[in-house]
């Protein structure tokens, strides 16, 4: 299994403003994946990103909108640009498990945009 | 489009067994996953599909039948502690053919005494 950690744990932020969420991981993995989770709701997909190459984001998401960085194979970000209220939401990161088949998460980052 | 399709909520009794079910519409199908999420914590596996047939890990177990799309999870000698949301996932490609999975939107499970 893997040990996956994330900065912030929450925040409040205002309209307009960038947060960069960072996600670091207890050993190298290959991929790597940003997701959205409402309260309530299910998880939704934003980016899948390799190490040592750009993201592929899902439909609805764009890089300007959600940049990521992956500059090794155990830390990642996530920039939520000029927030609005509907980027309220918890942001998790995951990591496959050695299986390929497992996805392990940390443990979110509730933001707040008021 | 891509869906899939579960029952949002379920009750049951403590030491009873509940079944979840899931079906499931995707482009491309790798294999069907589950998922458990207690309230304000991340979700965390609990068995995965590559095949046709019944997964067995302690007192849960999941099937799969692609033929059907149709997959379950089955939670035996239900225990508080397992009130929880549940989400199956089906594992796909993205655009640059990588793994990715696809959710479904969950099955809020609350356990009675």
């Known amino acids: 299994s893997a040990v996956i950690s994330q900065k912030p744990s929450r925040d409040i932020c205002q309209r307009g403003t960038s947060l960069t969420i960072q996600c670091q991981v207890d050993?190298?993995?290959?991929?790597m994946f940003w997701y959205r989770q409402q309260p309530g709701q299910s998880l939704t997909l934003i980016a899948t990103?390799?190490?040592?190459?750009?993201?592929?984001?899902e439909s609805g998401f764009v890089i300007d909108k959600f940049p990521i960085s992956r500059p090794n194979l155990t830390f990642s970000t996530l920039t939520v640009s000029n927030m609005s209220p509907e980027d309220s939401s918890i942001y998790l990161c995951?990591?496959?498990?050695?299986?390929?088949?497992?996805?392990?998460f940390g443990p979110g980052t509730r933001l707040t945009v008021t | 489009g891509q869906s899939l399709e579960q029952p949002s909520e379920v009750t049951a009794v403590e030491g009873a067994i509940v079944q979840i079910n899931c079906t499931y519409q995707?482009?491309?199908?790798?294999?069907l996953s589950w998922y458990q999420q207690h309230d304000g914590g991340a979700p965390t596996f609990l068995s995965y599909?590559?095949l046709d047939g019944l997964e067995e890990t302690g007192r849960f177990s999941s099937f799969l039948s692609r033929s059907d799309s149709y997959g379950y999870l089955l939670l035996q000698e239900l225990q508080m502690k397992d009130s929880a949301s549940y989400f199956c996932?089906?594992?796909?490609?993205?655009?640059?053919?990588?793994?990715?999975?696809?959710w479904g939107l969950g099955t809020s499970l609350a356990v009675n005494p």
């Open positions: 050993s190298q993995v290959t991929m």
């Open positions: 995707t482009s491309g199908f790798y294999g």
């Open positions: 996932a089906v594992r796909s490609l993205n655009a640059g053919n990588n793994r990715k999975l696809i």
């Open positions: 995951s990591v496959e498990g050695g299986t390929s088949y497992e996805q392990y």
């Open positions: 599909n590559a």
């Open positions: 990103a390799n190490q040592g190459s750009e993201a592929t984001y």
